[in-house]
């Protein structure tokens, strides 16, 4: 329990700022997996199964207990019926250019920032080295991300 207080004063940015986000879930670590926040995230967005989401990604290149690499992830979230992509890293656009049609540049945003601005829709977030959704307002992901880390890419499904 203390760790998921410890969790919500990192968020108190959200929390506190007019209800930013309606809510903080934590999704655990399933099957003594590793470096899986890419399967976690599959799970939220799309209602899959742990196994079934882990099945997909493994299809598209995801090693067990192995982190993704964002061409696979790219690949994977194609698949799955990514509508458009939000690039706020320049240097991660190549991934993006030659596999999606629906695509922006946007200016630098951080985790906060972008759950204050978006209040309804499905997002898979990508920042440095991790990956979480944000839900039609509750932000899914594992405790340790930060509120002022630096945004890279947005999956909206």
Not at 22 to 41: L, P
Not at 104 to 114: D, H, M, P, Q
């Amino acid at each position: 329990m203390k760790f998921i207080r410890d969790w919500i004063d990192h968020f108190s940015l959200y929390l506190n700022r007019g209800a930013v986000v309606k809510g903080i879930v934590q999704v655990d670590t399933f099957h003594r997996d590793q470096n899986d926040c890419t399967i976690r995230s599959l799970m939220v967005i799309k209602g899959y199964s742990y196994r079934n989401a882990r099945r997909r990604a493994e299809q598209k290149g995801r090693k067990r207990k192995d982190g993704m690499y964002l061409s696979s992830l790219c690949w994977l979230t194609k698949s799955e019926g990514c509508r458009h992509v939000q690039i706020y890293d320049k240097d991660l656009a190549y991934h993006v250019l030659d596999r999606f049609k629906s695509y922006e540049f946007c200016g630098t945003k951080t985790l906060s920032e972008f759950a204050r601005t978006t209040r309804s829709g499905n997002f898979l977030i990508l920042i440095p080295g991790h990956a979480l959704v944000l839900k039609d307002g509750i932000l899914y992901g594992n405790g340790d991300e930060r509120s002022r880390e630096y945004v890279q890419l947005v999956f909206e499904f």
